[in-house]
């Protein structure tokens, strides 16, 4: 399965458009349609924002491993500690935090930081 095969796979679990993803990783959606079709190779600061849009390794889009290395323990584990840290009080308020998915975790986190940097002006 070829980089293209990867992206297409990727972009139709998330149920999205060649013309949504072309939007979304700032490209041509000419281009991205010869990506997909193996027509044009990924250039390196493409497979990096692919890579980042997916939430997946480079080696997994390079064909280089199978496993889907999404990193959702640590990320969700990561702004845990980060809202503990800069916003001790937040426990209170959402009750239970730790119960809380990664995207939700990390939404808590930038609404709190938001809410806070507004307080300041």
Do not use: C
């Not at 700032?26 to 692919?50: C, H, K, T, W, Y």
């Amino acid at each position: 399965m070829g980089i293209g095969d990867r992206i297409i796979q990727l972009r139709e679990a998330k149920q999205w458009s060649q013309k949504e993803l072309a939007k979304i990783a700032q490209i041509n959606v000419s281009v991205m349609n010869r990506i997909e079709a193996g027509d044009r190779p990924v250039r390196g600061e493409e497979l990096s924002q692919f890579a980042s849009i997916f939430e997946v390794s480079t080696d997994f889009l390079l064909g280089r491993t199978d496993e889907v290395e999404r990193n959702t323990v640590d990320e969700r584990q990561h702004f845990l500690e980060k809202i503990q840290e800069d916003f001790p009080e937040a426990d209170l308020m959402f009750n239970d935090l730790a119960s809380f998915s990664s995207e939700d975790i990390q939404d808590v986190y930038d609404y709190i930081k938001f809410k806070k940097s507004q307080k300041r002006k």
